[in-house]
């Protein structure tokens, strides 16, 4: 196989490439598709509070545009491995690379801005100013325009390099310091503080739970801590089924891995994103009961038995 990386080169395709390009694009279609019903429903009936509203779309919009950019990715990948060739312009790969980082590191930092609102409305409740819609909006673009700006050194220096042999363009795996750097703004940060909040929170209630309370204050600080458990399994889903990935880089950090490991990572990232999806569904309070609904609404039947019964019971009395 050749090494280059501009020429248009002919390259080697094994078996598995295209089961696993077409599991990946399954699984990002249908992050997607179920991610989008999932905000149109929390949208529709209101099930939040006005803060959590905001905070929930902010991560579904989060994990909705991550979905887009692995298909994308996923679309780019079976495309070249049908080929059997890459092209000379991979510019649309590296974007696609640039999106990949900025996306993944806000759909971790929204999960993180979530389990700080939880634990402030908890401890803190006399600071209202945090639980505003104006301020959480606040911190929502801040963040996105900090995912956004921590990406572009990567995309301004050249460091997101087109992988001929996986058919993707990411920071080669190695000990260096964009690897270093983004392992530990995408990854350690934001998931370091859910644990840190989970733990924080979690001592607290059991804390005030041996004082002598009001019970709708402990209720409130109960309520708060299942929220925060539910962000934490959400983010800890993410790192658990992508643990391949992180095996890959920290093997890097030692020795070369596998030569197709970008492959084997991402499909493991793919599922992992549409899995997150699927428990969003089942942590959202009543959404069980309103897709039940929408999915069983049966013919009017009973208005026809009323009728009947009426009639009936007019021919009854006009008979006696």
């Given amino acids: 196989m050749m090494s280059s990386m501009n020429d248009s080169t002919s390259i080697e395709t094994e078996v598995w490439f295209l089961p696993f390009d077409i599991i990946s694009?399954?699984?990002?279609?249908?992050?997607?598709?179920?991610?989008?019903?999932?905000?149109?429903?929390?949208?529709?009936?209101?099930t939040y509070s006005p803060v959590q509203m905001l905070l929930v779309c902010n991560s579904s919009v989060a994990i909705i545009l991550l979905s887009c950019v692995l298909l994308n990715m996923a679309i780019f990948s079976i495309q070249h491995d049908?080929?059997?060739?890459?092209?000379?312009?991979?510019?649309?790969?590296?974007?696609?690379?640039?999106?990949?980082?900025?996306?993944?590191?806000?759909q971790n930092y929204s999960y993180?801005?979530?389990?700080?609102?939880?634990?402030?409305?908890?401890?803190?409740?006399?600071?209202?100013?945090?639980?505003?819609?104006?301020?959480?909006?606040?911190?929502?673009?801040?963040?996105?325009v900090v995912c956004i700006l921590y990406s572009l050194p990567l995309l301004l220096t050249g460091q997101i390099a087109y992988n001929i042999d996986n058919q993707i363009c990411q920071i080669p795996l190695r000990l260096s310091l964009p690897m270093v750097y983004v392992t530990v703004i995408i990854y350690m940060i934001p998931n370091s503080g859910?644990?840190?909040?989970?733990?924080?929170?979690?001592?607290?209630?059991?804390?005030?739970?041996?004082?002598?309370?009001?019970?709708?204050?402990?209720?409130h600080a109960r309520r708060e801590l299942r929220l925060v458990k539910r962000t934490f399994i959400l983010s800890?889903?993410?790192?658990?089924?992508?643990?391949?990935?992180?095996?890959?880089?920290?093997?890097?950090?030692?020795?070369?891995?596998?030569?197709?490991?970008?492959?084997?990572?991402?499909?493991?990232?793919?599922?992992?994103?549409?899995?997150?999806v699927i428990i969003g569904y089942c942590f959202t309070p009543n959404i069980k009961?309103?897709?039940?609904?929408?999915?069983?609404?049966?013919?009017?039947v009973e208005p026809m038995t009323i009728r009947f019964?009426?009639?009936?019971?007019?021919?009854?009395?006009?008979?006696?």
């Fill in 82 to 106: 049908l080929q059997h060739s890459s092209e000379k312009s991979i510019l649309f790969c590296i974007i696609l690379g640039f999106l990949g980082y900025a996306t993944d590191g806000l």
């Fill in 194 to 219: 859910i644990l840190g909040f989970y733990i924080k929170l979690t001592r607290y209630v059991h804390q005030i739970s041996l004082r002598t309370v009001s019970n709708h204050t402990l209720f």
């Fill in 112 to 144: 993180l801005l979530t389990a700080a609102y939880q634990y402030i409305s908890v401890v803190y409740p006399n600071k209202i100013i945090w639980r505003t819609v104006k301020t959480q909006f606040c911190l929502v673009i801040v963040i996105w």
């Fill in 309 to 320: 019964t009426a009639a009936t019971y007019g021919r009854t009395i006009t008979a006696n």
């Fill in 289 to 300: 009961t309103i897709i039940r609904k929408k999915f069983t609404r049966s013919t009017p």
């Fill in 236 to 276: 800890n889903t993410l790192i658990v089924l992508g643990l391949p990935y992180m095996i890959f880089v920290l093997m890097s950090f030692f020795t070369p891995p596998p030569k197709y490991h970008f492959r084997i990572a991402y499909i493991c990232a793919d599922i992992s994103v549409l899995v997150v």
């Fill in 25 to 46: 694009i399954i699984s990002t279609s249908l992050s997607i598709i179920f991610g989008l019903l999932y905000l149109f429903i929390v949208i529709k009936h209101k």
